[in-house]
């Protein structure tokens, strides 16, 4: 897949060409670190569980001592911020799902220009969806909603990867209309 490099892009200032590399770059070790944590976690909690536990009582000693309250939760808090990222992964890479429905109906000349109105609307759609994840979270965070499985901690603070995720790909596709060197390749020319 197309990954923004090093590689100079006709009219696009270098100052944006640096920006989305690093922001992808930034986007991707967020991702990375928190499927990582899941693996980790989910590993740990089972050879807690079934192995360490048992092997404590059976030497008198407390198999609590070793489990990690609210792992499983902590695994979905972290697929939740994983997920989110992924939003933006998914564009900057233009992995995301495109429907061929109003394909050719109008002329091929049109083509740069109805990818530009195409990005524009697009992102005027997702920064209304992120506007209401903020509303979302936001609601969360005047209730004080609390996560659940023993960890106790602000929902908003995992709620916030929501609006985050969504706004990535709003702000990218405004680059995309501003500067359409920046778009990725679509996936049938990345190979």
Request: glycine share 10%; hydrophobic share 55%; proline share 6%.
């Amino acid at each position: 897949m197309q990954t923004y490099s090093n590689v100079s892009r006709p009219g696009v200032p270098p100052f944006v060409a640096g920006l989305v590399r690093y922001w992808h770059r930034g986007e991707c070790w967020v991702a990375m670190a928190a499927f990582s944590f899941i693996a980790l976690i989910v590993v740990y909690d089972v050879v807690a569980r079934e192995v360490l536990g048992p092997l404590l009582r059976l030497a008198g000693g407390n198999a609590n001592a070793v489990m990690v309250v609210g792992a499983a939760k902590m695994g979905v808090y972290a697929l939740i911020v994983g997920a989110f990222s992924g939003i933006g992964i998914a564009t900057a890479t233009g992995a995301q799902l495109v429907p061929k429905v109003a394909f050719g109906w109008v002329p091929r000349t049109w083509g740069a220009t109805m990818d530009r109105l195409a990005d524009a609307l697009t992102a005027a759609f997702l920064l209304g969806v992120a506007y209401y994840g903020v509303v979302f979270v936001n609601g969360s965070r005047l209730s004080g909603l609390l996560t659940s499985g023993g960890l106790e901690i602000p929902a908003w603070t995992i709620q916030a990867a929501i609006p985050l995720g969504f706004a990535s790909a709003a702000v990218r596709y405004v680059l995309f209309a501003f500067w359409p060197a920046v778009r990725p390749l679509p996936p049938e020319f990345q190979e």
